[in-house]
């Protein structure tokens, strides 16, 4: 067999035989860097909005895209506690890259944490660390900042939304972090101020151990959507990344419904909703992955890549 031949053959094995993400070559993003952000962020310990771990939290996120060369604002707004009726600061965090370019993406994810473990059987009032649903998606975007300078195409800004889930009564709204931030896009726009964004993903629930990425059905039902989402799976198909499935399943109330109902953005949401964890003390990063974080974060750098 001719030198050159074997050595394609066995190229082709150690791709497609060793490595779900191989098909072609790695972007490059380290699921075992993001694995660690998580693991950081969770030492801070539970990340409710207005608390002391959430502040060093910003503190800590501010920093670190900052080193990576990013430009980092913050969103500023308050909401009354109805527990004990004063006003809690809350904060999102706008991070800027190649803020010259008037064609741009957002990237999002929610860095709060529920207050509570409301679905635990066993101690619903208890300790939620939040270490998929609220890291995962954050530390996915920590890991993703080392290659935004080299990018080339479009403008990108990563929102890191407060207030997600400030849950602490049935009746309380979630989102409250994204939809102040539509509302502030929405009326900039108006006034023809601000940036465009051509689309928006939000990442959230990324780090599951069993990791299944279905097409959210929201995401797929909105015409300006669908392509969005057709594009990014069809990426992971041709990269070999099995945890995305190119099928509908949960139709999921997240932040990505108010920047398309209230800011207009053609925003989709990846998300991993079958995760038994969810809400629970269970939330720990012993239920989370390098290799589902490396998945995902392979398939949105390789996607932003392509974009022109």
Avoid at 29 to 36: C, E, L, P, T, Y
Avoid at 198 to 227: F, H, N, Y
Avoid at 245 to 265: K, S
């Amino acid at each position: 067999m001719p030198i050159k031949l074997l050595a394609v053959i066995v190229a082709c094995w150690l791709c497609f035989g060793l490595s779900d993400t191989c098909a072609e070559d790695s972007s490059g993003f380290s699921g075992d860097r993001a694995m660690a952000h998580l693991l950081t962020i969770c030492d801070l310990g539970p990340r409710p909005s207005g608390s002391e771990a959430m502040r060093r939290q910003r503190s800590l996120l501010a920093e670190h895209f900052r080193a990576a060369g990013g430009r980092v604002t913050g969103q500023a707004f308050e909401v009354r506690d109805r527990r004990t009726g004063k006003p809690v600061h809350m904060e999102n965090i706008l991070v800027t890259w190649h803020p010259d370019r008037d064609n741009r993406i957002l990237l999002g994810a929610h860095y709060d944490t529920r207050p509570y473990p409301d679905r635990d059987p066993v101690d619903p009032q208890g300790r939620f660390i939040g270490a998929n649903d609220g890291a995962s998606g954050v530390a996915l975007l920590m890991e993703m900042a080392s290659f935004m300078p080299a990018l080339e195409g479009p403008g990108v800004d990563f929102v890191l939304f407060d207030a997600e889930e400030y849950v602490v009564h049935p009746r309380d709204p979630y989102f409250l972090g994204s939809t102040f931030f539509a509302r502030q896009y929405a009326a900039k726009r108006r006034e023809g101020a601000g940036p465009t964004y051509r689309c928006g993903v939000i990442v959230d629930m990324v780090a599951d151990r069993d990791l299944a990425i279905w097409q959210e059905r929201k995401s797929m039902s909105w015409p300006e959507t669908r392509p969005v989402v057709e594009a990014i799976w069809d990426v992971a198909a041709r990269r070999g990344v099995r945890q995305f499935v190119p099928e509908p399943r949960h139709e999921v109330e997240d932040d990505h419904v108010p920047l398309r109902m209230i800011g207009r953005i053609p925003t989709c949401d990846i998300i991993d909703f079958d995760y038994p964890a969810w809400h629970t003390t269970q939330d720990t990063p012993e239920q989370c992955s390098a290799e589902s974080l490396g998945a995902v974060g392979d398939v949105l750098l390789a996607w932003l890549r392509e974009q022109r």
